[in-house]
C-alpha cells in the first residue's frame, strides 16, 4: 500500500492551489478559499519542525493578506513540536477527514455506462458545479483550481433515466495513484446506486491507465459516503484534520 508521505503527495499533484508559498518541507498553499485542501498549510515531513511558532506567524500573516483565514492541515506528517505550537497558540481544531485506499486489480470489470470528459472541459465543469451547487466566486475558484492540475484527469458522468446527469466526479493520476475527489449525485437521485455507478466507472477508467491505487478523502461525518467507499474495497489510512488561527475574524 502506498505510504502516506506518498498518498499526501499525490493528493497535492492532483488538487493544485493557485498559488503556494513554501518553507522547507511546509507549503502554505492558496486559491482564494475554496477548499481546505487548497487553502492551508501542510507539512510534508515530521522531521521538519523547528522554530514552528515563528513560521506559523510568518504564514498566517501571507493568509490574512489574501484575506484567508489562516489555517493548517494536521496530519501523521505533522511534526510534534509543530502540532504543540498549534495547541499553546490556540489555532482551534475543525473539519475531521479520513484518507482511504484501496489497491486495484490489473484489468478492469465491465464498468458502468459513463460519459467521459477531460476534467477542464466547461461542458464538465458546468455539469459537476450545477450537482454541487457552485456559483460566484466559488465557481470560479473550483474551475480555476481543475483547470490547473498537471496531471491525467478525467471528469465522469452518469445519467439518469432522462438524461438528465445524476452523478458526477474527477479522477486524476498520480503515477500509480488514483485520485479521486468531488464525488457528487443529484438530491433526487441519491440512494437508488448512482453513486455506486459513478465510482465503479472511475475505478475501471484508473485501471484501464494503469493505476495500482485509489485513494479518496472524505469528511469524518459522511456516513453514507463512507460506507459506499468499504463496500467498493476502500480501507482507512489515516485521519487529518485542520486547526485555525485565533488571530483572525476572517
Known amino acids: 500500500m502506498p505510504s502516506v508521505a506518498r498518498l499526501e503527495a499525490a493528493a497535492l499533484a492532483t488538487w493544485p492551489a493557485l498559488e503556494t508559498v513554501t518553507d522547507g518541507q511546509w507549503q502554505a498553499r492558496f486559491a482564494s478559499g475554496f477548499s481546505g485542501r487548497a487553502n492551508s498549510i501542510w507539512c510534508l515531513d515530521p522531521a521538519d519542525d523547528a522554530n514552528a511558532e ?44 479520513l484518507v482511504l485506499s484501496m489497491p486495484l486489480p490489473e484489468t478492469a470489470e465491465p464498468a458502468p455506462a459513463a460519459q467521459l470528459y477531460d476534467a477542464a472541459d466547461p461542458a ?10 457552485f456559483e460566484g466566486a466559488r465557481l470560479d475558484a473550483f474551475s480555476a483550481i481543475v483547470r490547473a492540475i498537471d496531471a491525467p484527469a478525467c471528469g465522469l458522468v452518469i445519467a439518469d433515466e432522462t438524461g438528465a446527469p445524476a452523478a458526477a466526479l474527477i479522477c486524476a493520476l498520480s503515477e500509480d495513484i488514483a485520485m479521486v475527489y468531488d464525488v457528487i449525485t443529484a438530491k433526487p437521485q441519491r440512494g437508488q446506486g448512482f453513486g455506486r455507478r459513478i465510482m465503479e466507472a472511475a475505478l475501471a477508467w484508473a485501471v484501464d491507465h494503469k493505476a495500482r491505487h485509489a485513494a479518496l478523502q472524505v469528511r469524518a461525518d459522511n456516513h453514507a459516503a463512507l460506507g459506499l467507499y468499504l463496500s467498493l474495497g476502500f480501507t482507512f489510512r489515516y485521519p487529518y484534520h485542520y486547526r485555525r488561527s485565533p488571530e483572525t475574524s476572517l
Request: zero cysteines; charged letters at 10%.
Open 54 to 97: 515563528a513560521r506559523l506567524a510568518t504564514l498566517a500573516t501571507a493568509y490574512q493578506a489574501r484575506s484567508l483565514a489562516p489555517v493548517f492541515r494536521v496530519t501523521p506528517l505533522t511534526g510534534r513540536s509543530t502540532f504543540a505550537s498549534l495547541q499553546s497558540l490556540g489555532w482551534a481544531a475543525f473539519q475531521s477527514s
Open 124 to 133: 464538465f465543469l458546468a455539469i459537476e458545479a450545477d450537482l454541487q451547487g
